[in-house]
């Protein structure tokens, strides 16, 4: 046989069935993440050869029935079919099959042989059937079937071999699989239906089309063959249920009754079923008191690990930026070029690659709880809660990951099987107040609530009331989104409790991989583009400010180097074991002295650079728009920060810094903020209920250029993050209104 | 009476399932069929959802699907 193609074989199977990780031993290193236009869901693709035939392999998204209700669902029927414009039709599709689960499992195998493609059964798991007492008659099966049976361990590689020998033979020998008989007064339906297509389509698209209500099939055959069809395929239903069929049960009656008659005699149950492991670990892990305890200590571990793990990769990675920027702006003159470089280009990397640490680590140990099985417990934990807001259990590891987050918690609700549950778990998950906005509530909490004057208990309480209010707001803005824009049937939440394994650890580092590269490939440049546009926008027009700086800034070089030299000295004495008050006493004083030659030349630096700021297109902006912001309080200096801290809120900071006067520096830098908040106490811009209402704004807006962006790349539309900057945007207007209105009546 | 009402440890045999929708399929496609027999293994800590085991695999399911599944207990 001569191929003019490279053949290509499908694999299906059900979740939890080791469907990756057969998939990732086939393929190895060689494999790569792939999209379809309009499909959120991810499929691999690599290859694989056996003897010199060579395949290409393709990893369907894992699923129960391939009666698809999503166009996520589509997919695979549409690969199958050959239907899929990008994909070739598979020559060979294997069906991953759990022998521990030999009959649900089996449902689906019915369904892939009913689509006219060769068919070969990976038999996985036979160890644990095994365990578990089952003995399974693997060559009877094969022949009941009709199709090759091989067995499996995938997590060990054995029967790998074997599996692609059958492969091969398979692409040779096409055997076709057997599959059940549907009621004959069914199929006297379908074949109305087909011959009114022409016979054009597929027999079981026809099926599909009078079992779904509401389904896909529905949609595609309705949109291709005008209303005539589906008034014959109402009609048709109709008769059926006068019939006395009930249309949701036909077709599990008929493959479940089947894959009972068929596999009856290969499958030996022991008397009295086995107490496994996973049954011990149950009692525990969901037990009213341990189960919710140990679940709260897991998830402080997972929120930790993005917290505060993953804070010293991000270091590295600011220092890195840091150094590089510095080196780079080092080589050329200032002006528009180093500018962009610099300011524009370089940062923007930095702070796209700066979300890697999270995104890997938060994956990582989503792989990990998936893969062990304790993922479906943690949902089956907070199922109740999450109901309640709409949603289910599965919504709450990405919302939890938001409050450090939302870039990585964002993309972790692909956990979430639901559309409806995933899109509105990831509209309200930038609600959770996530780490970029610290450094902005810290600034304005220490300058305007400080513990001095408003006791101790203060800052904590608002710190806390910010933090609550991502936690209210959230669940009840996706109960409203659930009842207006998401509305539809409650999902069905039929959940599998999967047996507890081992996880393996090449499928966890693979996860995580895949993940921080598929942000960088699919968001990076966008984000990165983002990021150049607010900075154009704050530095044009530039007219001479840049030069004037820099012939300002020559003098100070010197001056500037000493009084590093000079603090770190001061350090190493303050830092020595044996303390010599009267030598520090000295440092100090030279310290001080230095810093006050500075002064007035740093303070003529930054008044230059405000005034270059105010001018600039995003100053400018914040002019025009300081009757929108008024009844917040706001003058347009706040407003001209809100709008430049778009591309991630902690740059707010350090726009006030530069407006007010202090200058550049970091956000992170405590004594930056402190200087930021004494210089604002003293502006006269901001009051308690100011700074009050710019701490509502900034726990409910979504200025995030990263999120937007990630939301845009999750749900396939640019209308979602657009929708989630109105709505929050709007939100935080409000809040902010409230607040600064009642505050300003104490 | 219905899967809902049914104690941890207690085995049951399906009577019949009421409706018939997409909710119905879904449940269906899982495998409760007429004349499965089942175990309620237990319930999450809040009361719901509900955890049982049927053809060698683990299930949970809310008590409002639970609640269209006629039952008869098993001695």
Redesign the interface.
């Known amino acids: 046989m001569v191929a003019l193609r490279t053949p290509t074989v499908a694999f299906v199977g059900n979740p939890n069935t080791g469907k990756t990780t057969l998939f990732n031993a086939l393929a190895g290193m060689n494999q790569r993440v792939g999209n379809y236009a309009g499909v959120t869901v991810e499929t691999k693709k690599g290859k694989l050869r056996v003897g010199d035939l060579p395949f290409d392999i393709i990893d369907l998204p894992g699923t129960y029935s391939l009666a698809p209700r999503s166009p996520d669902e589509m997919l695979a029927v549409d690969v199958i079919l050959g239907h899929n414009p990008t994909e070739p039709r598979p020559d060979v599709v294997v069906t991953i099959v759990d022998a521990s689960n030999l009959e649900r499992n089996l449902y689906l195998m019915t369904q892939v042989a009913e689509l006219g493609v060769p068919v070969v059964i990976a038999l996985n798991m036979v160890d644990v059937a095994t365990a578990q007492g089952l003995k399974i008659d693997v060559d009877r099966l094969s022949q009941q079937l009709g199709v090759p049976v091989v067995p499996l361990q995938a997590n060990r590689g054995i029967g790998l071999e074997a599996l692609k020998t059958a492969i091969a033979a398979a692409f040779e020998s096409r055997p076709s699989a057997r599959s059940p008989a549907f009621p004959e007064r069914f199929d006297e339906e379908v074949a109305k239906l087909q011959a009114f297509t022409g016979s054009e389509e597929p027999t079981y698209l026809l099926r599909r089309l009078v079992l779904d209500v509401d389904g896909y099939a529905e949609k595609r055959l309705g949109d291709k063959y005008g209303p005539d069809l589906i008034d014959k395929m109402t009609a048709a239903r109709q008769r059926l249920v006068q019939a006395g069929f009930t249309l949701a049960g036909i077709e599990a009656r008929v493959r479940y009754g089947w894959i009972h008659k068929v596999t009856t005699d290969c499958i030996q149950r022991p008397a009295q079923r086995p107490v496994a492991w996973t049954d011990r670990i149950d009692k525990v892990l969901t037990h009213r008191v341990w189960g919710t305890l140990i679940f709260l200590v897991v998830m402080f571990l997972v929120f930790e690990s993005i917290f505060v793990a993953a804070a010293p990769f991000m270091d590295w990675i600011k220092a890195g930026v840091a150094w590089v920027s510095e080196s780079i702006g080092g080589l050329l003159s200032p002006g528009p070029l180093r500018s962009l470089l610099v300011e524009g280009i370089i940062k923007g990397v930095g702070a796209v690659i700066v979300f890697l640490p999270q995104i890997v680590f938060l994956f990582a140990i989503i792989a990990f709880l998936e893969d062990c099985g304790y993922m479906a417990r943690a949902a089956f934990l907070m199922d109740r809660l999450m109901s309640r807001a709409g949603l289910n259990g599965k919504s709450f590891i990405p919302l939890l990951s938001s409050m450090a987050c939302a870039v990585p918690g964002i993309m972790s609700a692909r956990v979430i099987e639901n559309r409806r549950d995933r899109l509105a778990t990831i509209l309200v998950a930038p609600l959770m107040s996530c780490s970029a906005r610290l450094p902005v509530y810290s600034l304005l909490i220490s300058a305007f609530l400080p513990i001095a004057v408003y006791g101790w208990w203060v800052p904590g309480l608002v710190f806390f009331g910010l933090y609550m209010l991502g936690i209210i707001v959230a669940p009840l803005m996706a109960f409203l989104l659930k009842q207006t824009l998401l509305r539809g049937e409650t999902p069905v939440f039929v959940m599998e409790m999967p047996l507890y394994k081992m996880p393996s650890l090449a499928t966890v580092l693979r996860r995580a991989f895949d993940s921080g590269w598929m942000f960088l490939k699919r968001a990076g440049t966008l984000i990165l583009a983002t990021m150049i546009l607010v900075w154009a926008a704050l530095y044009f027009p530039s007219g001479n400010y840049e030069e004037e700086i820099a012939q300002l800034e020559q003098p100070l070089e010197q001056p500037r180097e000493q009084l590093k030299t000079l603090k770190s000295e001061l350090k190493a004495l303050q830092d020595a074991d044996a303390k010599d008050a009267a030598a520090i006493a000295a440092k100090q004083a030279l310290v001080d002295e230095a810093k006050e030659t500075l002064v007035p030349h740093e303070k003529q630096i930054n008044d230059l650079r405000s005034q270059w700021k105010a001018q600039s297109v995003l100053g400018r902006m914040g002019q025009w728009i300081e009757p929108a912001v008024k009844p917040l309080g706001w003058d347009w200096r706040i407003g001209m920060a809100a709008i430049a801290s778009f591309p991630a809120r902690e740059v707010m900071v350090g726009t006030l810094g530069i407006i007010f006067g202090e200058g550049e520096g970091d956000a992170g830098d405590e004594e930056y903020r402190d200087s930021v908040g004494q210089s604002l106490r003293n502006s006269g811009a901001f009051t308690v209920p100011v700074a009050m209402s710019v701490l509502v704004f900034f726990a409910l807006c979504s200025q995030c250029v990263s999120t937007l962006v990630i939301i845009k790349r999750e749900t396939g539309a640019w209308r979602w993050p657009i929708f989630t900057f109105v709505y929050m945007t709007a939100l935080a207007y409000i809040g902010a209104f409230v607040t600064y209105q009642v505050g300003s009546l104490f | 009476m219905t899967l809902n009402e049914i104690k941890p440890g207690q085995r049951v045999r399906i009577e019949s399932?009421l409706?018939?929708?997409?909710?119905?399929?879904?449940?269906?496609?899982?495998?409760l069929?007429e004349d499965e027999e089942l175990e309620v293994?237990?319930f999450?800590?809040?009361?719901?959802?509900m955890?049982i085991r049927l053809?060698?695999?683990?299930?949970?399911?809310?008590r409002?699907?639970a609640a269209r599944i006629r039952v008869t207990l098993l001695p």
Do not use: C, H, K
Not at chain 2, 19 to 31: A, F, I, P
Not at chain 2, 44 to 49: L, R, T
């Open positions: 399932l409706g018939d929708d997409v909710v119905l399929q879904r449940l269906m496609e899982m495998g069929l293994i237990g999450a800590p809040m009361g719901d959802p955890e053809r060698d695999y683990r299930l949970s399911l809310r409002t699907e």
